[in-house]
């Protein structure tokens, strides 16, 4: 028995191309891990209804701009409408200082800027599931 | 846990259902449980399984026939399978993104799986994943695996119909697949038929079947569809209720699914005993009970396994 961790990885919103989420999918895949890819344009409600079916333990969500400062915290809330707030919310992209401080008060685990090595990211997502694991267990 | 878990799937929460069928993914020490529990409240639903190349349009397909489906009244489990890498066991599993039309549908709930470790286990997984459908109240499910030898054809041994997804250029693809996938198919379908060659495809496929011998009389039907433009859907779901009233009246259905039956059966009483045999290795009872007297030759090699085999607890 195995418990393989399961990633929805999401570009929301209207704008861009989903490169990047594409990089991080597939480094997601080389660690090992499922990754649930829902490509561009998708909503909150999209994505959360996504990490409920897969069972995700992790929604990570590529930012592009400032849209999407209105986008993740509508995910966190539905999460928490859902009561799936256990599902860990991390975000990636360029947004500055002030915008990061709101997303992690809003409830997101981690946000990674855009130089940040796949391989960080992959670590970062082994930790959250182990830590949450922990906190489930005891 | 359990309890709670199926409690709220029969309330209609899709994250309860989600969290089973991790633990039919993960192999949970649970599962046999699970089934006993939820085994008597099924109601053996519909299932069609679609395979076929990467790429050819399977997961498009799917995406349009569900509003069909549900036309009917039905409310559809989808199982979509991306192969899991060998080398790192991961997977990217991205049938969803062509099915993005009804990701908030009550009546319709996709889950995708990787092929994970044994190709055996697969055909096992999915078959309990449908259960565990079957039980949430999803009357219809579809499986989508890419064809690829072993694979298609384990999925396609918990299908009552499958339809083998071609493209006009995958000739190559019929000619190395005939003793395969090509086989499986109850009906082809040629995706794609907007582009050249669609007319060719039809041919060779259909001269295929002219050339093959079907024990049940059913001769496999070639539909041509674009499942990116809505066009041929119709024509798939006439030709699939003619392949199951076939089967129905013929006594085929009932016999197809009895076989299957028997393969699971078997499939999980050899996993049974695969896994005592592993124990035997890893507790060192094989070496605790027999050994000696092996070497003593008091016994011998046979014996001792036989032996072993019928006191199973020492196993
Ligand atoms: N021209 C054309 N393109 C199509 C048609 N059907 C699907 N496609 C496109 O073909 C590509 C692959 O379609 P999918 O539905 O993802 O194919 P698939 O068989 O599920 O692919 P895998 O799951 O990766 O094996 C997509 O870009 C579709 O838009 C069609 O009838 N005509
Ligand atoms: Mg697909």
Redo the contacts with the bound molecule.
């Keep these: 028995m195995e418990n393989k961790i399961r990633v929805v990885v999401a570009k929301p919103g209207l704008d861009g191309h989903d490169r990047g989420a594409k990089v991080v999918a597939r480094a997601l895949r080389d660690a090992g891990m499922e990754v649930i890819y829902t490509g561009l344009r998708q909503t909150p409600e999209q994505i959360v209804q996504t990490a409920l079916q897969e069972d995700a333990d992790v929604i990570a969500i590529s930012i592009l701009s400032g849209a999407h400062m209105a986008l993740i915290p509508k995910i966190i809330e539905l999460l928490k409408k859902e009561e799936a707030e256990d599902i860990i919310v991390l975000g990636g992209g360029i947004i500055p200082e002030e915008d990061r401080d709101k997303l992690l008060d809003a409830g997101v685990y981690s946000i990674m800027g855009p130089g940040t090595d796949t391989r960080d990211i992959a670590r970062i997502i082994k930790d959250a599931v182990k830590e949450r694991g922990e906190k489930i267990a005891s | 846990m359990i309890d709670a878990l199926l409690e709220k799937i029969k309330n209609g929460n899709p994250r309860a259902l989600a969290r089973l069928i991790s633990k039919v993914e993960d192999e949970s020490p649970e599962l046999p449980e699970i089934i006993a529990r939820i085994y008597p409240h099924l109601h053996s639903t519909l299932r069609v399984g679609?395979t076929?190349?990467?790429?050819?349009?399977?997961?498009?397909?799917?995406?349009k026939l569900l509003p069909l489906f549900k036309k009917r009244g039905h409310r559809i489990g989808v199982i979509?399978v991306?192969p899991t890498s060998p080398f790192t066991g991961g997977a990217i599993l991205?049938?969803r993104?062509?099915m993005i039309d009804h990701q908030l549908d009550n009546d319709v709930f996709i889950r995708s799986m990787g092929t994970r470790g044994s190709l055996g286990g697969l055909a096992q997984r999915s078959r309990d994943v449908a259960k565990l459908l079957d039980y949430a109240g999803y009357d219809i499910i579809l499986f989508?695996t890419?064809g690829s030898g072993q694979v298609g054809s384990d999925i396609s041994k918990s299908a009552d119909a499958v339809a083998v997804?071609m493209?006009p250029e995958g000739g190559d693809f019929v000619q190395t697949m005939k003793a395969g996938i090509m086989e499986l198919a109850d009906i082809y379908v040629v995706?794609?038929?907007?582009?050249d060659g669609a007319n060719h495809m039809v041919r060779s496929i259909q001269g295929m079947v002219e050339l093959s011998v079907f024990e049940t009389g059913w001769r496999p039907p070639t539909v041509c569809?674009?499942?990116?433009?809505d066009?041929g859907m119709d024509e798939f779901m006439q030709k699939l209720d003619e392949f199951i009233a076939y089967q129905k009246e013929n006594g085929l259905f009932e016999k197809r699914r009895r076989e299957q039956l028997i393969m699971e059966v078997g499939d999980i009483l050899q996993d049974l005993l695969r896994r005592q045999v592993k124990s035997a290795f890893d507790t060192g009872a094989i070496e605790d009970v027999v050994l000696e007297k092996i070497i003593k030759h008091e016994s011998d090699p046979y014996t001792a396994a036989h032996e072993l085999l019928e006191h199973k607890t020492s196993l």
């Design positions: 679609f076929g190349p990467p790429g050819a349009g399977k997961s498009s397909l799917v995406n979509a991306d991205g049938d993104i062509r989508e890419v997804v493209v995706n794609k038929s907007d582009r569809t674009q499942a990116n433009a066009v």
